[in-house]
């Protein structure tokens, strides 16, 4: 009779949507007693699987680890509730592996002894990481909408605490150490040391360090003003915040101006990763010590410029630029997708993805329902007024609420078609690219071809002669391959005729490397 260990888990944003540790326990104790499995233990987590950090998993190991060889299984419902991450996932796989234990999803059933089925467990565990990612996203696009609003929206900083405002929402407002952190700026705009004014402060009962001294002279949401951050279309900018000011802002303007006559200047030349003629640069490591190699031109006697790679550690590595072209280029070519990979290939996907438009749509019902009901409340609200039920300040405070209420779930709504359809267009032309590489490849220009390479092969490329090697390269991108060809000489490290695995471990140092 085999024996199974049970793992339910659940995280605190899941538990709003309806989830619960008895319902996943008691669906594994029930295909347990279906399959004729007996139950070794039972585990329940309340904890985020962004990776295996994580209490009672580390309690489900030590298990494991003394009833080595008396434990077939650990039984979870799906691969998100073993992890949402997935090369920790793996990691944690081959762990188990080495204990006689083989992770199965009881919802998504998947004999991962067969090579085929890798293909599909790379998909079940790379979907919850990209869901993940995506959260990620929106909470950063909120966070990011709220500072340009004026809104303070992580924790307070010293000198304020957090209140609520008359729409019932979150808003800094100065308490009892805001007298300190504005002596704070008076003394140092006064000349006083940041060491004799800390010393001071703490004499009077406001604790504070030299580091976050600094951090605080620095922060403008003291002057009423909020930093909202750049990114790689738009730059920072500061916005005035909608919380009351500690210090005015010229007195801020003072402490940045004495602070900037202390900063050293550093002379040091800024380089740019990305040069049309080195365009691999920080992406090739060096095949005799393994470190990354840089690039640098050279004036032959002719006087025409040649460019090349070289290695500033060993100083061995010298790899002309227009070779490295020709050789990444023969790699390209030859990762070739073959067409009934690539619709195998989209159809699973299509079906991976089924579950999360079911959630979507569910949400969207969800989201209808309630814009309806504050629709309800704010024509109830309209008959209580007219009646003379309702005074006319507290129907436009509840009136503002509701419409306020019904603005965020219509962006809400809005975030979700409109992220439906660019998923199915990320789809789409991730799927042309993969089965288009080469005519991509030619048309690409450098950082393009830069992108892409990082992407195949995240370990870096080791150009050795005329072919290249590396310790892997993309797992899901191997994974198709490997469909689409045979790949006989796996075994000894030759992927193409051009790539080849790299046995290097670790490299060069006190010790001599292992392979």
Known sequence: MKTAALMARVSSDEQALGYSLSVQEDSLRTYCKSHDIGVAHSFREDYSAKNFDRPEFANFLKFAKLNKGKIDYLLFTTWDRFCRNAPDAYVMIARLKKLGIQPMAIQQPLDISIPENKMILALYLVLPEIDNDRR?????????????????????????????DHHSKSIIEPNSSAQHIRSLFEQYDQGISQADIIKDLCRKGFKIGKSVASKILRNPVYMGKILVPGDADNPALLVKGIHEAIISEELFNRVQSRLDGFRKVRNRPVHNSVRDELPYRGLLLCPDCGNKLTGSGSKSRTGKRHFYYH????????????????????????????????????????????????????????????????????????????????????????KGRYEIRIQDLTYERNKINSAKASGEQYLDSG????????????????????????????????????????TR????????????????????????????????????????STS
């Open 431 to 470: 799927i042309n690219l993969i089965s288009n590489l080469q005519l991509y490849w030619k048309s690409a220009d450098k950082a393009q071809k830069n992108a892409l390479v990082s992407s195949i092969f995240p370990e870096k490329l080791e150009i050795a002669g005329k072919k290249c090697r590396t």
């Open 473 to 512: 390269i993309n797992e899901l991108f191997r994974l198709i391959l490997q469909e689409t060809r045979d790949l006989d000489k796996k075994k000894t490290g030759q992927l193409t005729p051009h790539l080849l695995l790299s046995r290097r471990v670790e490299t060069n140092g006190i010790e001599p």
């Open 311 to 398: 290695c500033n550690h060993c100083g061995k590595a010298r790899i002309r630029a227009d070779f490295a072209e020709v050789i990444i280029g023969q790699v390209i070519d030859e990762l070739h997708v073959e067409e009934p990979v690539k619709i195998l290939y989209q159809k699973m996907v299509q079906v991976a993805f089924q579950g999360s438009a079911q959630e979507r749509s569910k949400r969207l019902v969800s989201i209808s329902t309630e814009i309806e009901k504050n629709e309800v409340r704010i024509r109830n609200l309209q008959d209580k007024l007219a009646d003379g039920d309702l005074t006319t300040s507290d129907f436009s405070s509840m």
């Open 136 to 164: 990620s996203i929106k909470i950063r696009e909120g966070i990011k909408k709220a500072l340009q609003s004026g809104r303070w929206c992580t924790s307070a900083p010293r000198g304020y605490s957090y209140n609520s």
